[in-house]
């Protein structure tokens, strides 16, 4: 992988190393960059300063501003290059090719399915929740059934 500045080098390198030296002051999360925890910090203050001309909605970065902007031009430039599909933005568009690849990331943790998206597993899990919730419930009213006929 060649990069054509050096700082897009040392950002990388952070991903591999996991350093992020950029810390909130707010709460414990900290970033690769300076610009992802300005943007981290708006969500603090409910800074929004990049607004929609054509409806009333406003982003904390013209990233997410120009991808809504496309809903109301039906503008969708990331085409998947197995089917007819197109997307607003980059991350549809990769969530999407998982359909193609069959690659699922996401992980049960309390067997080994895996899924595709990543509310599956929570949705999954909580399954299991209800089943221990109700043993839970089965062996306390056990509890208080013996009590009782004693």
């Known amino acids: 992988m060649e990069f054509s500045r050096k700082y897009t080098l040392v950002i990388h390198q952070r991903i ?34 990049y607004h929609c001309y054509q409806c009333d909605k406003a982003f904390i970065n013209n990233g997410n501003l120009t991808s809504h902007e496309r809903t109301h031009t039906g503008d969708k ?20 090719q998982m359909i193609h690849t069959g690659e699922k990331p996401f992980h049960c943790y309390e067997c080994d399915k895996a899924f595709a998206k990543k509310r599956y597993p929570l949705q999954h899990t909580k399954g299991y929740i209800l089943v221990k919730n109700l043993i839970d419930v089965i062996s306390v009213t056990k509890i208080l059934l013996t009590s009782v006929n004693l």
């Open 77 to 96: 430039p990331f085409q998947c290059n197995q089917c007819d599909k197109a997307f607003t933005n980059w991350s549809n568009l990769l969530k999407h």
């Open 16 to 49: 591999h190393t996991g350093h992020k030296p950029y810390q909130c002051n707010k709460c414990d999360k900290a970033f690769f960059t300076k610009v992802n925890l300005v943007y981290h910090e708006r969500m603090h203050t409910g800074d929004k300063p």
